[in-house]
């Protein structure tokens, strides 16, 4: 299967009052297609991994490859425009922007890749991927007058919209009760299922964890084991 | 479909606490109503404090010296033309005339008044109605049409009890108590004590009353278009000017009066200047307070794709869409005020007090560097919003 990311000796070390190792000669490959948990407790580094593999941050040393093209070498307008074309972000809080309806906040990274493509088909599209995460009826809706799950399913819509060959996940349910966790998590696996896109979902609940196809444990700043 | 997302983005974001916004724009007009207002009163009082100074007057004058014995009139003054005209094009004065003067004794012979007065001539070479005498016409007509008709100033209509059609006598500069009787045709009233102190007759009887040949003149009067080019006009006609004439321009004499105008000008300047300086500070607060509330939302937006130019041009919108709602609701305020000022200063007869004198090109020009002070504050905020990193708030969060 083809590898989608390929992490060769990350190292990343934050300069502050006092260094701080986050994470400490890291390698591995995730395949195509498949949904990966990065699972570790607070503090093992693991937000810093996503932010790294996201184009979010910058290694300290060693290389990530994604989709093939080596993302330590991208400039600054280089990386935004391989976020909004092939990256997928979802983070613990929604993070819509309360100016905009939930259908203008799910287009809006079309908006700013200022794709070519037919708005008719794009803004069909939004729909569609409305209709599968159930938030059809609030799309006209500001997000301060929607549900939290509805939100943060708005949120998983907005990460799908420029079929992003990943989507990265940052305790994407952290927020969430028990029931929106698994409607959460069962979107994930259909919308995989469905598109083939490579989740990447950081998080520190094992139950989460156990749905994902491999784990990729993390103990302070290094790979404690791959399941 | 969106054109342009920058300016969506920045649209949405300035209605976001829409009342506080709406605040500062408000603050804004009253800087840019209170600049403007400043300014054209200004403009307005120095142009009608001009136009009554030397609105009238001559701003360049060719005379004779003061102690002259041999030369104390001016001979072929078509020669000093000509003359002038090697340096400077005399079609570029606004008006020039050749004058003749005097100093004479009037009298009422029906109620036995008399006054010192100034017997007037005038040849008019460029321009029309140098002394403004159809404009300032309260009685009569304008229209001398014999050598024995004359126009004379309020003051002595007022003091000699003269009307029109009354004759009025002038005592001619001989040992002998010779007199010559004239026909008042017309009164005019300038607010110019001097020239309301002038009779005006038709020039070559004021030549033949005065002892002038028909080629000679007291004073050559130029006016030009703007009076405060005169020192600089003066030069450049000195040059080749080989007449015993003397050569003076209206600054020479009137030293406190500009004095006053460019004191004015400059406090005028300071005033404008420091609130353009709030303005921009105003805009500068309130969007510094938008991206500190938006950082999230900027780091999201950035984490999606957004590049720091994407996120300046937002910023930059945001105070371009602030500060143009400013100066154009300031702009209705300005008129406001202004109309409200000029009905509070109206006279009895309910006539404005001075006239508004607007600037087109000044304000056009102030209104593009307000636009581009508020811009350059929208710069500014942008720096500050462009050094957020998403990183930051996602481990923050």
Same mark, same amino acid.
């Given at each position: ?26 390698? *591995? ?39 093939? &093209? ?39 990274? @079309? ?10 088909? !794009? ?10 995460? %159930?938030?059809?009826?609030?799309? =006209? ?21 420029? +079929? ?64 | ?24 724009? *408000? ?32 701003? #360049? ?57 100034? *017997? ?7 321009? &029309? ?5 159809? &404009? ?5 007509? %304008? ?44 009164? *005019? ?38 009076? @405060? +080019? ?18 003076? &321009? ?77 100066? @154009? ?28 004198? !607007?600037?087109?090109?000044?304000? #056009? ?14 710069? !500014? ?6 050094? =957020?990193?998403?990183?930051? !708030?996602?481990?923050?969060?």
């Amino acid at each position: 299967m083809k590898k989608i990311i390929e992490v060769k000796n990350l190292v990343k070390i934050y300069h502050d009052k006092v260094d701080t190792l986050a994470l400490n000669d890291i390698s *591995f490959d995730l395949e195509e297609g498949k949904v990966y948990a990065i699972y570790g407790q607070s503090g093992s580094g693991k937000t810093t991994l996503l932010n790294i593999l996201g184009g979010l941050d910058s290694p300290t040393s060693g290389k990530v490859i994604v989709d093939g &093209e080596d993302i330590s070498k991208l400039n600054y307008k280089e990386l935004a425009l391989f976020r909004n074309k092939k990256i997928g972000f979802i983070f613990q809080f929604h993070y819509l922007i309360s100016e905009f309806t939930i259908l203008e906040n799910i287009l809006m990274p @079309f908006f700013i890749g200022k794709d070519k493509a037919d708005y008719e088909i !794009i803004k069909n599209k939004a729909i569609e991927l409305a209709k599968i995460t %159930d938030i059809e009826d609030v799309l =006209y809706k500001y997000p301060d007058y929607v549900a939290g799950g509805q939100r943060q399913r708005a949120a998983i819509c907005r990460a799908l919209i420029n +079929d992003p060959k990943i989507v990265l996940a940052d305790e994407p349910t952290g927020n969430l009760d028990s029931k929106n966790t698994e409607i959460i998590v069962n979107l994930f696996l259909k919308i995989n299922k469905l598109k083939n896109t490579t989740f990447v979902i950081v998080t520190h609940n094992e139950k989460i964890s156990n749905y994902c196809s491999k784990r990729i444990e993390l103990k302070d700043g290094k790979i404690e084991k791959i399941t | 479909m969106i054109k342009n997302l920058e300016f969506f983005i920045a649209f949405r974001f300035t209605k976001y606490r829409l009342i506080r916004t709406l605040i500062i724009v *408000f603050a804004i007009a009253v800087g840019i109503a209170v600049q403007f207002f400043v300014a054209i009163i200004i403009d307005s009082t120095q142009a009608n404090l001009i136009k009554r100074t030397l609105g009238l007057s001559p701003h #360049i004058t060719i005379k004779p010296y003061d102690n002259e014995k041999i030369n104390d009139k001016i001979k072929n003054p078509e020669n000093i033309l000509k003359n002038i005209d090697n340096n400077f094009d005399v079609n570029n004065f606004k008006k020039v005339i050749y004058l003749v003067e005097g100093s004479v004794k009037a009298y009422n012979f029906k109620n036995k008044n008399d006054l010192n007065v100034r *017997f007037v001539g005038i040849e008019n070479v460029i321009g &029309e109605d140098f002394y403004g005498i159809s &404009e300032n016409l309260i009685k009569g007509n %304008d229209l001398i049409k014999n050598p024995q008709e004359v126009i004379i100033g309020n003051n002595i209509y007022e003091k000699l009890g003269l009307d029109i059609g009354d004759t009025i006598s002038l005592k001619k500069n001989t040992n002998k108590d010779e007199y010559e009787g004239f026909r008042v045709i017309g009164i *005019f009233k300038s607010g110019n004590q001097v020239l309301d102190n002038y009779v005006f007759g038709e020039r070559a009887k004021v030549q033949d009353f005065l002892g002038y040949k028909r080629d000679e003149y007291s004073s050559l009067y130029f006016q030009i278009y703007n009076v @405060f +080019d005169s020192d600089k006009i003066k030069k450049i006609l000195e040059q080749n000017f080989n007449f015993p004439y003397e050569l003076s &321009e209206w600054k020479e004499s009137n030293k406190q009066l500009l004095n006053g105008l460019s004191a004015q000008s400059q406090s005028s300047f300071f005033i404008q200047f420091f609130i353009l300086i709030s303005i921009g500070i105003s805009i500068l607060s309130i969007l510094n307070m938008k991206v500190v509330e938006k950082y999230k939302e900027i780091g999201v937006l950035k984490a999606i794709g957004m590049n720091n130019s994407n996120i300046s041009k937002i910023f930059i919108y945001m105070s371009f869409i602030i500060g143009f709602l400013g100066v @154009f609701i300031g702009i209705v305020f300005t008129f406001l005020i202004l109309s409200l000022f000029i009905n509070l200063t109206k006279n009895e007869q309910g006539v404005p007090l001075f006239n508004l004198v !607007i600037k087109t090109e000044y304000f #056009i020009l102030s209104m593009l560097f307000n636009l581009f002070v508020v811009i350059f504050a929208g710069y !500014i905020s942008s720096r500050k919003a462009i050094k =957020y990193e998403p990183s930051k !708030i996602i481990i923050g969060n």
